[in-house]
């Protein structure tokens, strides 16, 4: 039994298969037998290979007509993403391109009626008038291209000056996987008084420098540093984009500063951290209060949480509670951040109105200094 591709050049028999191995359509596990070219090494389920049999490897499209688009299974850009130059949102899986500019489009865009072309092209053209649709924004050293968002990709961000998801229309710079909310990206101050660093304002800017706060290194040649960072250059005092965010928070009865809780969603699994608790000299690994000024580190079980908290965005008190597990189906988010939580993890929670909170969104309100 054999199919025929449109987009193909060889015929693809249907082969049982000894090992696992991934469709090239869908990207889903293939088990069992499948459909295959084995001079190419391509491999689709059934199912994917009829959906797709008429499907052409080139077309025109009236919106780039001067040149072929050609058939591409798989995104370009990083994570295997790619953005559709007509409804400009990034997604993953097959689209057309051109092999001689960077104009590319997903299969929706590519197969829509001319109608459709005129009416996306008109939106297109609106927002160009409302938002320039490349910005170079004075916190990245990147132009940030505007998007607007999809729930198709596979791929989740967040915004990284508020850490909430994406939605709507937003700037980004794909390479780095730096976005920002369209809303946020005029939000986010040159300067900022810090209580990290109460003697000088600290001014953002393009440096090679070591953060005070996490202690890691900031070089623009690393693309995770591609962000301006804040500093005093008269104290030499850093701070990187997500560190400035941070805030002390809790008063120590033996410390003159307020310490600031770092939880597990400040933290980088990818970097090494050597903070040493100061009450009983042994490393910090999990979550702990840290004074910036003065270098100072306590394990939560040398500086409690506080039991009950209050947070700007809730009307009733926060209690310290044990693990929640409240979602039937296996989903557990913060109410503030929106990001998914460790059900294994304590929490703030609010039983009234069953509102669940990480412990360090409670303790480190964004940013109301600046």
């Known amino acids: 039994m054999e199919i025929k591709l449109a987009s193909?050049?060889?015929?693809?028999?249907?082969?049982?298969?000894?090992?696992?191995?991934?469709?090239r359509w869908c990207r889903e596990t293939i088990c069992g037998a499948a459909y295959a070219c084995v001079r190419c090494e391509l491999w689709l389920h059934e199912l994917c290979a009829k959906a797709i049999q008429y499907l052409p490897r080139e077309i025109t499209h009236p919106l780039h007509s001067h040149y072929h688009l050609i058939l591409n299974w798989s995104g370009s850009g990083s994570f295997g993403s790619f953005t559709c130059d007509l409804c400009l949102k990034i997604s993953s899986g097959t689209y057309y391109s051109c092999c001689r500019c960077s104009?590319?489009?997903?299969?929706?865009?590519?197969?829509?009626?001319?109608?459709?072309?005129?009416?996306?092209?008109?939106?297109q053209r609106s927002n160009a008038d409302r938002e320039k649709q490349i910005m170079q924004h004075y916190c990245h050293i990147h132009p940030l291209i505007l998007y607007k968002h999809s729930n198709e990709g596979e791929h989740d961000y967040n915004c990284r000056w508020c850490?909430?998801?994406?939605?709507?229309?937003?700037?980004?710079?794909?390479?780095?996987?730096?976005?920002?909310?369209?809303?946020?990206?005029?939000?986010?101050?040159k300067t900022l008084n810090h209580p990290f660093h109460p003697s000088h304002p600290l001014r953002l800017d393009f440096v090679d420098a070591t953060c005070n706060a996490c202690t890691q290194q900031i070089k623009l040649s690393n693309k995770d540093f591609s962000t301006a960072a804040y500093g005093c250059q008269i104290c030499n005092f850093n701070l990187d984009f997500g560190c400035a965010k941070l805030l002390p928070t809790l008063n120590?009865?033996?410390?003159?500063?307020?310490?600031?809780?770092?939880?597990?969603?400040?933290?980088?699994?990818?970097?090494?951290?050597?903070?040493?608790?100061?009450?009983?000299?042994?490393?910090?690994?999990d979550t702990f209060y840290r004074c910036v000024q003065c270098d100072l580190n306590l394990h939560l079980k040398c500086a409690p949480v506080p039991p009950l908290a209050k947070h700007r965005y809730h009307r009733h008190p926060l209690l310290l509670n044990q693990p929640v597990r409240e979602d039937e189906i296996g989903e557990y988010y913060c109410d503030i951040c929106e990001?998914?939580?460790?059900?294994?993890?304590?929490?703030?929670?609010?039983q009234k109105c069953t509102y669940i909170a990480h412990i360090e969104c409670v303790l480190n309100e964004v940013a109301p200094f600046l």
């Open 8 to 23: 193909h050049e060889h015929s693809m028999g249907y082969h049982c298969l000894d090992d696992e191995t991934d469709d």
């Open 252 to 285: 120590h009865e033996g410390h003159n500063h307020c310490l600031t809780y770092v939880g597990p969603t400040f933290r980088d699994p990818t970097r090494k951290y050597h903070f040493q608790c100061s009450s009983c000299r042994e490393l910090c690994l």
């Open 163 to 189: 850490d909430k998801p994406l939605t709507g229309i937003f700037y980004g710079c794909k390479s780095c996987g730096f976005f920002l909310h369209e809303f946020c990206s005029d939000k986010i101050p």
């Open 339 to 350: 990001k998914e939580r460790d059900p294994t993890h304590e929490v703030y929670y609010c």
């Open 103 to 123: 104009f590319e489009l997903d299969l929706v865009c590519a197969f829509a009626s001319s109608d459709d072309h005129v009416a996306r092209k008109k939106r």
